[in-house]
């Protein structure tokens, strides 16, 4: 075994310990907890619920570390499942509350959780499953969670929207929602309730004694039979969990069949292993990487068709253009190569490779390992400005299905030209290469270091050599610990963190989703030439 694979390999077990303790919030007792009142964990329903020997794609597990919220430091998970499965033949996207993380209660990251589901339906064409369990908001923080846009209400205004649409919102009750979380029940255009087990209630009976002196049972006041036989509010009625999963599936078993809106071929194995990125991915996300060998490992028949590839040698080369297939799929790929850094050169390339695409309706593929655009006197009067402006001018406006894949620096106006977050890709995964900050903190420790010695020379009291090493270090730590994957995954500023092996499967799975609802025509605004 390779240095380099060692120790990704390493890395990557520490990313399934990180994984583990995220889903097994509660342990064991947690789940005989469950047992006890005739429940399952969420995962063990949504397993029931797709499609036999399917794979669930969950999303956003490691969401909610590290929150620090009053008197909260982690929720695991972020105390909601959500993902893409199967369920007869058609890609769903399943939100699940967690009872068992502080009894499903939103958070400011759960509601972030929550609606980066939603906007990957949305965007893509998919009908939306809900498992309700919740009790509402964290009442300690409601200024955060209820009254402004992205907030709690705004769950309800996509489902709303969405349903409009076309697309099916079906919500299975599993469990006691209250307040706001009546609403995933109330909204949904079909809503599953289990006797004795599910409630919805505007408010509980708690507070209904306190509001109007009523005193009522939970049961009497919104239980399942009260909103399937008097209110309405329900549509269906079951015995137990097992009952209402075979319900589910039968609502959405004469649902319009999925296609791909574009054309799809044969599916052929790569001719490299997959595993043979471990080997060519250098242990620093600081060295150079060899862009064709990784796409090799991923693309079908390990075929790279690759546009411009002998324009501009050490500069436009920097990023790698041209179409592969993954799985069957065309795709159109702007991988980073090299050291990454983006020239004028390479930004006019992928400014044109991008356009094309975008004509053709082939979806885009941005692999991203690139510390930024290049910068002194000679590449701004090269014009890096307006060519790395229209870069992202391009990847903004461009209409096509677009995923992120982070293999390594992730740094400043790179971001936005590779179309990070902030560019709304329709999918955003990283690996344990990943370090996606505004600068490296080698960088952010010099410029911090130079602005605070001049502070303190001006006060007249200059740093000495160990307050420099001290100042600095914490600088590193602080820009570095903030670009981990972990850091990033746990508030939500990527969708999975992947392992390298299964990048395949998992581009796959995404271009797959995408590429559901038909592609629109290619519109975009000035360029600079």
């Not at 087990?197 to 939970?218: R, Y």
């Not at 436009?316 to 850094?341: D, E, F, Q, Y």
């Not at 508030?491 to 989703?513: P, S, T």
Request: glycine share 10%.
């Amino acid at each position: 075994m390779t240095e380099n694979k060692t120790f990704w390999k390493a890395e990557e077990k520490k990313l399934e310990e990180r994984q583990q303790e995220a889903i097994l919030s509660g342990g064991q007792t947690a789940i005989d907890k469950l047992a006890k009142r005739g429940k399952r964990p969420v995962r063990d329903l949504i397993a029931d619920l797709i499609d036999p020997n399917t794979q669930f794609f969950e999303l956003s597990v490691l969401a909610g570390f590290g929150m620090g919220y009053p008197g909260v430091e982690d929720v695991h998970c972020a105390g909601i499942v959500t993902g893409i499965g199967k369920i007869h033949g058609n890609w769903t996207m399943i939100m699940a509350s967690d009872s068992r993380v502080k009894a499903g209660t939103y958070f400011p990251i759960t509601l972030k959780k929550h609606m980066r589901a939603q906007a990957i339906a949305e965007k893509c064409g998919l009908n939306c499953v809900y498992i309700a369990d919740s009790g509402g908001v964290f009442l300690p923080m409601q200024a955060d969670v209820f009254p402004d846009d992205q907030h709690f209400g705004s769950i309800f205004y996509n489902m709303a929207r969405m349903s409009a649409m076309g697309l099916r919102q079906v919500t299975l009750s599993t469990g006691g929602n209250t307040a706001g979380g009546a609403y995933i029940v109330f909204m949904a255009c079909e809503s599953i309730m289990i006797d004795k087990q599910s409630f919805s209630f505007l408010g509980g009976p708690p507070l209904v004694k306190m509001a109007t002196g009523e005193e009522i049972s939970a049961e009497n006041l919104g239980g399942a039979r009260v909103h399937t036989e008097i209110s309405g509010g329900a549509d269906h009625i079951c015995k137990d969990q097992t009952q209402a999963i075979t319900r589910l599936r039968q609502l959405l078993s004469l649902t319009k069949s999925q296609k791909t809106h574009v054309h799809t071929y044969e599916t052929k194995e790569p001719k490299v292993s997959p595993e043979s990125i471990y080997d060519v991915m250098p242990i620093s996300p600081h060295k150079v990487i060899d862009g064709r060998k990784i796409l090799e490992a991923i693309a079908d028949e390990s075929e790279f068709i690759e546009h411009k590839q002998n324009f501009a040698p050490g500069r436009g080369s920097n990023i790698l253009t041209g179409r592969l297939r993954i799985k069957g799929l065309p795709i159109g790929v702007v991988c980073s190569n090299a050291a990454g850094i983006i020239f004028h050169e390479a930004a006019k390339k992928v400014t044109e490779w991008v356009i094309r695409c975008s004509y053709e309706k082939i979806p885009l593929l941005f692999i991203q390992s690139s510390p930024g655009y290049m910068i002194g006197s000679d590449s701004e009067h090269a014009g890096i400005g307006k060519y790395g402006a229209d870069m992202v001018r391009a990847v903004s406006c461009a209409q096509v299905p677009r995923i992120q894949l982070v293999i390594g620096p992730d740094n400043g106006a790179a971001n936005y030209g590779m179309c990070g977050r902030g560019y709304r890709p329709n999918f955003l995964f990283s690996t344990m290469r990943a370090r996606t900050g505004v600068m490296s903190g080698r960088s952010a420790g010099g410029v911090l270091l130079s602005i605070e010695e001049a502070k303190r020379k001006a006060m007249g009291s200059p740093m000495t050599t160990e307050e420099i090493n001290e100042f600095q270090q914490k600088m590193i730590d602080k820009y570095d610990g903030e670009a981990h994957p972990f850091f990033c995954a746990s508030r939500l500023l990527n969708d999975r963190v992947i392992k390298f092996c299964d990048i395949r499967d998992w581009l796959a799975m995404a271009f797959e989703v995408s590429l559901i609802k038909p592609i629109g025509d290619a519109t975009f605004g000035n360029f600079r030439f």
